[in-house]
């Protein structure tokens, strides 16, 4: 009879882990998205979580550990726009279009988390390399959304240069929360822009390069 309980209480022990732990990650991701990591200290995690600090470094060891699963789930939880998605519209104007839309609303659904993090993230040195990957994947979205314009490369670069500014979420912010700008006039401006940069762009390095 001994020997048939073990099994179920270690699969039960094993549950009651998995469960703390993500307790706690859930906790941590509540206070850096309401008051920022620079402002969450261990002992406030524990709090929230109803556990001990002991606990909590149990679970997590050190700062590296907690940041990661916190930002692992806060990820699945909060998935960025899929770029793939975008590559299949061939007109450059429309998929610039399709995906600011689903950009301005990613950040309305998460603008205080990446408030406070991009905020946080000069005081909180392991912040940066978490922070990579996300800025990876503007890079990347970036060079989708400026395909196809058949510009010259220096035409190009600048075209670029809008592109990345629309994607940022800092430019997001500013017309969106200091300017109260809703997202349709967002996507609308930031439209009008990039389609203003290709169009004088391209211009401008052929007569640059006939002067030559």
């Not at 009879?1 to 469960?19: F, G, I, Q, W």
């Not at 200290?41 to 556990?51: D, E, F, P, Q």
């Not at 978490?130 to 959304?145: D, E, M, P, S, T």
């Not at 809703?182 to 940069?197: E, M, T, Y």
Request: hydrophobic residues 45%; contains cysteine.
């Amino acid at each position: 009879m001994t020997d048939k309980k073990r099994p179920y209480r270690m699969k039960r022990r094993a549950e009651l882990e998995a469960a703390t732990r993500l307790r706690i990650t859930e906790s941590a991701v509540f206070l850096h998205g309401s008051i920022g990591p620079a402002q969450t200290s261990i002992a406030a995690i524990a709090k929230h979580a109803g556990v001990r600090r002991s606990t909590v470094y149990r679970h997590f060891p050190d700062e590296h550990a907690l940041y990661s699963a916190c930002s692992a789930h806060w990820r699945a939880t909060n998935p960025p726009p899929d770029i793939a998605q975008w590559a299949k519209i061939a007109d450059p104007d429309l998929r610039l279009k399709s995906a600011l839309a689903e950009f301005c609303a990613y950040y309305r659904r998460t603008e205080r988390m990446w408030q406070n993090v991009l905020r946080d993230e000069e005081v909180v040195p392991v912040l940066k390399p978490l922070l990579n990957g996300y800025r990876q994947y503007l890079a990347a979205a970036r060079q989708v959304l400026g395909a196809g314009r058949n510009l010259p490369a220096p035409a190009q670069r600048e075209v670029d240069a809008v592109i990345s500014h629309a994607l940022s979420f800092h430019t997001w912010r500013s017309l969106a929360i200091e300017q109260g700008l809703d997202d349709a006039a967002i996507v609308r401006l930031l439209c009008v822009w990039a389609k203003a940069a290709s169009s004088l762009a391209a211009p401008r390095q052929l007569s640059t390069s006939a002067a030559k």
